[in-house]
Nanobody, 123 residues
Framework: QVQLVESGGGLVQPGGSLRLSCAAS????????MGWYRQAPGKQRELVAA???????NYADSVKGRFTISRDNAKNTVYLQMTSLKPEDTAVYYC?????????????????WGQGTQVTVSS
């Protein structure tokens, strides 16, 4: 089985910073794209940032210049460094990964989600 475990959320004042981490574990062969999504109350889940296995990054316009996504392939971990946080960044943040994993002698590619971590930006 494969599992994604997130950490690093919390309460921060406007203008502050937080770093989210998401570690994948289990019967992993390799990980393709990894990303962070967020969902605010009453809104749809939206893509915040994504990074390919080769390091190509994409960001939502609303976070460009403030958030940085990175990954450590040796640790199967993706990070989201968030700076200059705004109240509108308040949401539950979810990590996502496209993972090639094995079960017995068979390989599979599946999409996995973390459990979500709350980020609240408020004074």
């Amino acid at each position: 089985q494969v599992q994604l475990v997130e950490s690093g959320g919390g309460l921060v004042q406007p203008g502050g910073s937080l770093r989210l981490s998401c570690a994948a574990s289990g019967s992993i062969v390799s990980i393709n794209a990894m990303g962070w999504y967020r969902q605010a109350p009453g809104k749809q889940r939206e893509l915040v940032a994504a990074i390919s296995s080769g390091g190509t990054r994409n960001y939502a316009d609303s976070v460009k210049g403030r958030f940085t996504i990175s990954r450590d392939n040796a640790k199967n971990t993706v990070y989201l460094q968030m700076t200059s946080l705004k109240p509108e960044d308040t949401a539950v943040y979810y990590c996502n990964a496209a993972i090639i994993h094995y079960s017995g002698s068979l390989y599979y590619t599946d999409d996995y989600w973390g459990q979500g971590t709350q980020v609240t930006v408020s004074s």
